[in-house]
């Protein structure tokens, strides 16, 4: 069972823009960093964001990240068929010394 | 190029212990920059924190599964292992390795390896 919470499923069509949430406390997205996870599956996840908002060096601009309070969002603009995947986010929860990863969103472009 | 590479038994009976290792080539364990940890994910289901391992030794594990798992690292091989007790068709997963940086993500997987509990 996740501590974060992200919705199940969303969708849009290519060249649009979409987002996804993650709901978390004060003892995990509340006070400690967020990162944002992309997987194909049946393959391992591909790290999209780390530190809230940075991006790692090939991963492309369109994909963006915020956190506010106890909750973050990714967002991806100009939507590819390519995206199509399971995104998570993921962070430290203090209360239980442990990391957590959100429920996972599967994102499909119509 | 760090990778990362899984191993150990495809089938474990139920009731028995999973053991897995993982070796890492094209850099080092021994890194205070990183922990190195194991993540789990059921068929169907989403991606779960197993735990990390610090080179020194140093763990923290998944609050549903401490008591059945256990992490050790072994400089001399740039391998880190991972066991889990007292298996049922609920631990059936594919098991990634991955590298986790001490700010908190991860930036580096292994490719994953089928653990099916079964008897």
């Known amino acids: 069972q996740s501590v974060l919470t992200q919705p199940p499923s969303v969708s849009a069509a290519p060249g649009q823009k979409v987002t996804i949430s993650c709901s978390g406390s004060?003892?995990?997205?509340?006070?400690?960093?967020v990162s944002w996870y992309q997987q194909v599956p049946g393959t391992a996840a591909k790290l999209l964001i780390y530190?809230?908002?940075r991006r790692p060096s090939g991963v492309p601009d369109r994909f963006s990240a915020s956190k506010s309070g106890t909750s973050a969002t990714l967002g991806i603009t100009g939507l590819q068929t390519g995206d199509e995947a399971d995104y998570y986010c993921?962070?430290?929860?203090?209360?239980?010394?442990?990391?957590?990863f959100g429920g996972g969103t599967k994102l499909t472009v119509l | 190029q760090l990778q990362l590479q899984e191993s150990g038994p495809g089938l474990v009976k139920p009731s028995e212990t999973l053991s897995l290792t993982c070796t890492v080539s094209?850099?080092?364990?021994?890194?205070?920059?990183?922990?190195w940890g194991w993540i789990r994910q059921a068929p169907g289901k989403g991606l779960e924190c197993i735990g990390n391992?610090?080179?020194?030794?140093?763990?923290y594990y998944s609050p549903s599964l401490r008591g059945r798992v256990s992490m050790s690292v072994d400089t001399s091989t740039n391998q880190f292992s991972l066991t889990l007790a007292s298996v049922t068709a609920a631990d059936t997963a594919v098991y990634f390795c991955?590298?986790?940086?001490?700010?908190?993500?991860?930036?580096?997987w292994g490719q994953g390896t089928l653990v099916t509990v079964s008897s």
């Open positions: 991955a590298r986790h940086h001490k700010n908190s993500f991860y930036d580096s």
């Open positions: 094209g850099g080092s364990i021994s890194t205070n920059f990183y922990y």
């Open positions: 391992i610090f080179y020194s030794g140093a763990t």
């Open positions: 004060s003892s995990d997205i509340g006070n400690n960093y």
């Open positions: 530190e809230n908002t």
């Open positions: 993921g962070a430290w929860d203090s209360s239980v010394s442990a990391w957590m």
